[in-house]
């Protein structure tokens, strides 16, 4: 399968002849996008690609479920493979994260993002940040805790609504690395160019570009 490798952004992007695009942002998060010929002709744990997000929990004896475990485990590789089990809710497993975790991933519901309430509903994604933060308590907390925020920017994104949520003190990008000494050419631009599917993109922008 030939593919091309490129930068956008904050993101590393696999691009490939069948239709298929692969972005990494470089530290937990990955997004998988399809050609619309892929639509109705997948399966699996990212869904079917029929435009309704009902039946994504499809599984491989196509029975729809509602438990995310029955869903998953159903497609499994080989029967051989042990089943996930539920884990202790991150929260309550460690508790001494649970405020520091909902403060911060608070700006998910905040202001900050409330031209993008209405479009995209943040009580799921905010959770997903909390859960996330407080999960990640052997290091990396602030990528976890960024990176879940990220998330829902990138959902604002696609529906054109962009939103400059990065500060010097909340996930910034240090875009200053990259202008010459005693010069400042380079800056941070939440939504400053479009990529895959005229969307756009974090990333450093120069004034000349």
């Known amino acids: 399968m030939p593919f091309q490798i490129r930068s956008m952004g904050i993101y590393l992007v696999v691009d490939t002849t069948v239709g298929l695009i692969l972005m990494w942002d470089k530290k937990t998060s990955i997004f998988i996008k399809l050609s ?5 002709q997948v399966c699996g744990l990212c869904g079917n ?20 475990l029955e869903f998953a485990n159903s497609w499994k590789v080989s029967s051989s493979c042990p089943n996930a089990n539920r ?3 991150p929260c309550t497993a460690n508790p001494y994260r649970k405020a520091w975790a909902q403060k911060q991933c608070s700006i998910i519901t905040s202001e ?6 209405s479009q995209v509903e ?6 997903a940040c909390v859960d996330d933060a407080c999960a990640c308590d052997t290091g990396g907390d602030c990528e976890c805790f960024c990176t879940a925020v990220a998330a829902y920017a990138q959902a ?20 200053d690395y990259y202008n010459p000494q005693g ?3 380079w800056h941070y631009k939440p939504c400053g160019m479009r990529g895959l599917e005229g969307k ?7 004034h000349s570009t």
């Open 49 to 68: 690609y029929d435009g309704n997000g009902n039946n994504d929990f499809t599984t491989r004896s196509q029975s729809v479920v509602g438990n995310v």
């Open 183 to 185: 010069e400042c050419e």
């Open 200 to 206: 756009h993109a974090d990333l450093c922008r120069s």
């Open 87 to 89: 884990t202790q809710d």
């Open 36 to 40: 619309p010929s892929f639509q109705d």
């Open 122 to 127: 943040p009580n799921e994604y905010y959770q």
């Open 156 to 175: 604002c994104n696609e529906l054109d609504i962009c939103i400059s949520w990065r500060t010097p003190s909340i996930c910034p990008l240090f875009c």
């Open 112 to 117: 900050v993002f409330a031209k993008c309430h």
